[in-house]
């Protein structure tokens, strides 16, 4: 392979070749902007340089500190995804992640991790339910981060997710084109702020049918699963209101806030006699790996984990460089995934 020069990045930029050596040192007599063009076509032309690039005035420790509920750590399948997703793009940026499952039930000075009380990182991404005292800890510290698929709605923060709510639509949409008129959502849309966009996108898209269609549809809520910092988890009230909503309702198509919980449905409803696509059509919601291993294998909304995790690291990177700038809700698309757990009535 060729050895990649300082004339060679000189000449790619169309600047000289000392300027191009004083911003791999740091000078700062060279202006922000095309220190950070040099430093870009460096590392897109192989030049090593990572122990300059990380004593800038904004990178001083080349780490990123990724902070998560502990309960979390087990959970591959959703936030393995987005936390390959952050590793990749650290990689190709040159930084590395410090990752830290947090006891959420602890006070942020006993919970925050060596790596932030030590000043070992540039900035720092939470995950999930990390509560909002932990956000205004960090902030207390001057420390740049950016919220990823969160429960706290501050608005101050760049926030990066998917599209719950369109997702949503398009889940309540395509038991409405297979002709289901008596549906429920499954879920305590309380316990995330995905689950209630999703809630919303069902509330919503039954709406706008009901205004303009002579077959009106019907809707109910199945309660008692949920997700919170400790993982999914299900209450004692959860098998009664599903068999009401099978048997006295006449619940034809489920659409379930998560894929586990679209999993424990076609669970029991197995367990009483009933079979799906047949008699009950469940869509879920993630595009987790089990979905496409189940039998029947699970409809689902596919959100983009790693892209969520890559998108992250963006916008934590550009925060560190650019504090000032006004934060940003950024959604990621979603995708309707078919498979079989979906059957038309008409």
Same mark, same amino acid.
């Given at each position: ?15 000289? !070749?000392?300027? +191009? &050596? ?15 063009? *040099?430093? %870009? ?9 990572? !122990? ?11 780490? *990123? ?20 997703? *952050? ?17 959420? &039930? ?29 956000? %205004?800890?960090?902030?207390?510290? #001057?420390?740049? $981060? ?8 501050? #608005? ?12 949503? $639509? ?39 049918? =009901? ?8 809707? @109910?809520?199945?309660? #008692? ?6 993982? =999914? ?18 619940? @034809? ?22 079979? $799906? ?19 029947? !294998?699970?409809? @689902?909304?596919?959100?983009? %984990? ?6 992250? +690291? ?6 560190? !460089? ?25």
């Amino acid at each position: 392979m060729r050895k990649v020069t300082l004339q060679m990045i000189a000449d790619q930029v169309g600047v000289s !070749k000392a300027l +191009v &050596s004083k911003a791999l040192s740091n000078d700062p007599a060279v202006n922000n902007g095309t220190r950070e063009e *040099i430093w %870009k076509t460096a590392h897109e032309m192989g030049y090593s340089f990572d !122990k300059l690039r990380k004593s800038s005035v904004y990178a001083k420790t080349g780490n *990123i500190a990724v902070l998560m509920p502990e309960a979390y750590l087990s959970d591959i399948e959703y936030w393995g995804k987005i936390i390959r997703g *952050i590793d990749r793009e650290l990689q190709s940026h040159d930084f590395s992640m410090i990752l830290s499952g947090v006891d959420i &039930s602890v006070d942020p000075q006993e919970g925050l991790p060596s790596s932030i009380n030590e000043q070992k990182v540039d900035g720092a991404l939470l995950l999930g339910h990390m509560p909002e005292s932990y956000v %205004k800890a960090l902030d207390a510290k #001057g420390m740049s $981060c950016v919220l990823v698929d969160s429960n706290i709605q501050n #608005g101050k923060h760049d926030h990066i997710l998917a599209n719950n709510y369109l997702g949503a $639509c398009d889940a309540t949409n395509r038991l409405l084109q297979a002709g289901h008129r008596s549906l429920a959502f499954v879920g305590d849309m309380e316990t995330a702020w995905s689950f209630r966009e999703r809630d919303r996108g069902f509330e919503d898209t039954v709406r706008e049918h =009901n205004k303009g269609s002579l077959e009106q549809v019907s809707v @109910t809520w199945v309660r #008692g699963l949920g997700v919170s910092g400790r993982g =999914n988890y299900t209450n004692a009230e959860f098998v009664e209101k599903l068999r009401l909503a099978i048997t006295e309702e006449k619940v @034809t198509g489920f659409f379930c806030a998560n894929d586990m919980l679209a999993i424990e449905v076609l669970r029991q409803l197995s367990n009483w006699g009933y079979r $799906c696509p047949e008699q009950a059509s469940v869509i879920g919601f993630d595009d987790l790996s089990l979905a496409e291993f189940m039998i029947p !294998k699970l409809t @689902t909304i596919r959100v983009p %984990k790693e892209d969520i995790g890559s998108r992250a +690291v963006r916008a934590v990177l550009d925060r560190i !460089k650019h504090p000032d700038t006004v934060s940003e809700l950024i959604q990621l698309e979603t995708e309707l995934i078919e498979r079989d757990t979906v059957m038309s009535l008409q």
